[in-house]
């Protein structure tokens, strides 16, 4: 009943880590927040210090977003806030928790397609390729080539939040491999629908 709701915006910080326990399905994730404010001195925007909270989901929660969320990638999440202190090697340690109601995408930075999960079915939020041809994705496929090698620095570089110098996007080696990574799938693809 009293309990502190909160909506962070951030970046996932590190890979959904997903265990089915005897109640259903459990993920955890770190996600990065970082608040970006504009210096009047300077005349451009600061990042301010970034804060990582660790968050926790349930049940079909948790299976949609092992399926959903990559290291890097934009999102807003809602749930309760906990907080935790414990002594560890003799140091007080305070860690911040949150217990998510709801994930989602943080679409101001890019865009989703929504999958609806048929109950019963889970691999349906596996990753899959996707057909030759659906470009409206672009985005979304350009990092996941690059996610590989990206890692936390993306999670880093992205958290400079909303308002910040990242767009998220792929360039360079990233995009050549975004395209290789494509003509790849596009392959695949093709040789799936020749055997069939």
């Not at 019963?120 to 994705?137: I, V, Y």
């Not at 350009?142 to 360039?171: D, F, H, I, L, V």
Request: hydrophobic share 35%; charged share 25%.
């Amino acid at each position: 009943m009293n309990e502190t709701l909160v909506t962070l915006v951030g970046n996932a910080a590190t890979a959904v880590e997903f265990r089915e326990t005897a109640t259903g399905g459990m993920a955890r994730f770190r996600m990065a927040a970082t608040p970006r404010r504009w210096d009047r001195e300077k005349q451009h925007w600061a990042d301010g210090h970034t804060s990582f909270y660790t968050v926790w989901a349930w049940r079909t929660l948790a299976s949609n977003l092992a399926g959903s969320v990559s290291v890097g990638e934009p999102l807003v999440v809602h749930g309760r806030l906990k907080v935790r202190e414990e002594e560890r090697d003799g140091a007080w340690k305070t860690s911040v928790d949150i217990e998510a109601v709801a994930v989602g995408h943080d679409l101001t930075r890019g865009t989703a397609a929504f999958r609806r999960v048929v109950r019963g079915e889970p691999s349906l939020t596996a990753r899959r390729p996707r057909p030759p041809g659906s470009s409206d994705r672009g985005e979304l496929d350009r990092r996941e080539a690059g996610s590989s090698e990206a890692g936390s620095a993306a999670a880093s570089r992205g958290a400079a939040g909303r308002g910040g110098a990242s767009t998220g996007g792929a360039s360079g080696g990233a995009a050549v491999r975004a395209s290789e990574e494509l003509a790849h799938r596009q392959q695949q693809a093709t040789e799936m629908v020749s055997v069939s």
